[in-house]
């Protein structure tokens, strides 16, 4: 049949003579010396990163440098000097791939991960590029830098400042101290607030990462520092990362952060603290609109704030007979987009959440977000939950919403 074994117009001794040279090991046995060297190496360089962690995290800095090339050591040797400044409980690497580049040099593909000291359950993961040469037998790291996509970690972008709250703990680069104790006062308030609002179990501390400029910022996310113009916070995390998922990190804007009063630092800083405590019961299955309806809804309690003051931007519009006619879309959510049509999204989540609130109760509201994170996919969640815990529909529940707002905001 065409297709098969060595085809058909070809001479049955062709077919004779490779089944031959297969047997006799002379086709093929040269395939197997590159894989069990790729091996090797990759064994190797395992061994000389566990070495090298083992040193970082000791302190040991005539061990950290010996996997060093002497060429690459003062890059390297000040990272490991900015990481004392950093309460770290565990640091890894695990070698994914080995590209070789030349007769003595190779590329390692691999994951780091570390904890925090008494912060991070889990490690905090990431994916890194490593050069390395190999001299008289030995390999040595000439490079080491975040993979394509991957974030550039705050030590790398300079002297980390490390301040402790009492329920906090906030890293800073390029940072007046000052600014640093006032981040971590304001994350300490945010704590209790949080709980109140959030009685489910959650790790009651927070880790709040401060970097020097916008761009530094985007380069803890991994993405253009310009995504974030405004936004003056994010908090990264794994949504279902179990028990053991690394603490989650609030990572401030220090431009769009450093211009807000007092009020709205605050705001800011317990409105992530919702995401930190919220993190193990958000999941795929939540809209946009609820996590952050819910954080913005945290975040004002008890503020004295009206609606009216707390959604300008949705003001404006219902005044001008632009109701919306739905709640807000996660792409409604996009950063780097229209700010206006950001915050009437912001603000319209944030009464979503009001409503249910003001009409079902607090309880309610806290056992509407944990059944819609609970469900196995985004379709059908919120309808389940509304149906479920509070007995309604999406369409009521949209109605009762667009009233909402027309009642909140004229």
């Given at each position: 049949m065409a297709g098969q074994g060595c085809g058909a117009r070809r001479p049955a001794v062709a077919c004779l003579l490779a089944l031959l040279l297969v047997l006799t090991g002379l086709v093929g046995c040269t395939a197997a010396e590159p894989a069990d060297t790729a091996s090797r190496e990759v064994r190797e360089i395992q061994t000389l990163l566990d070495r090298h962690a083992r040193a970082l995290l000791g302190r040991d800095e005539p061990g950290y440098r010996a996997a060093l090339d002497p060429a690459y050591a003062p890059t390297a040797l000040t990272e490991y000097r900015r990481l004392a400044e950093v309460p770290l409980d565990g640091w890894t690497y695990r070698v994914t791939g080995v590209d070789r580049t030349g007769d003595d040099r190779v590329t390692a593909r691999a994951e780091l991960g570390y904890r925090l000291r008494g912060h991070d359950r889990g490690p905090v993961t990431s994916g890194r590029i490593l050069d390395l040469a190999e001299r008289d037998g030995r390999w040595y790291v000439t490079g080491d830098r975040p993979a394509e996509g991957a974030p550039r970690q705050l030590w790398e972008q300079g002297d980390v400042r490390t301040v402790r709250g009492a329920r906090s703990l906030v890293l800073g680069v390029g940072q007046d101290p000052e600014r640093l104790r006032e981040i971590a006062a304001a994350a300490d308030r945010a704590v209790p607030a949080v709980s109140a609002a959030?009685?489910?179990?959650?790790?009651?501390?927070?880790?709040?990462?401060?970097?020097?400029?916008?761009?530094?910022?985007?380069?803890?996310?991994?993405?253009?520092?310009?995504?974030?113009?405004?936004?003056?916070?994010?908090?990264?995390?794994?949504?279902?990362?179990?028990?053991?998922?690394?603490?989650?990190?609030?990572?401030?804007?220090?431009?769009?952060?450093?211009?807000?009063?007092?009020?709205?630092?605050?705001?800011?800083?317990?409105h992530e603290t919702v995401h930190v405590a919220t993190r193990a019961h958000t999941s795929p299955a939540t809209p946009v609109w609820l996590s952050e309806g819910f954080a913005d809804r945290v975040a004002y309690r008890g503020s004295g704030r009206t609606p009216a003051q707390a959604a300008p931007e949705l003001r404006r519009a219902v005044q001008?007979?632009?109701?919306?006619?739905?709640?807000?879309?996660?792409?409604?959510?996009?950063?780097g987009g229209d700010a206006e049509a950001l915050a009437r999204a912001y603000e319209g989540g944030w009464l979503a959440c009001e409503l249910i609130a003001e009409r079902w109760g607090e309880t309610e509201l806290a056992d509407f977000y944990r059944a819609v994170g609970a469900h196995p996919g985004r379709e059908g969640a919120v309808e389940k939950a509304l149906q479920e815990v509070l007995d309604t529909t999406p369409e009521e529940f949209t109605a009762a919403w667009r009233t909402y707002l027309g009642e909140r905001l004229r």
């Open positions: 959030w009685p489910s179990e959650w790790a009651r501390e927070v880790v709040v990462l401060v970097p020097g400029s916008l761009d530094a910022m985007g380069g803890l996310l991994g993405r253009p520092g310009a995504s974030y113009r405004g936004i003056a916070a994010v908090t990264t995390g794994e949504t279902e990362g179990g028990a053991d998922a690394p603490a989650d990190r609030v990572i401030v804007n220090p431009e769009a952060y450093g211009v807000l009063g007092s009020f709205g630092r605050q705001l800011v800083l317990t001008a007979g632009e109701l919306p006619a739905r709640l807000p879309e996660d792409a409604d959510f996009g950063f």
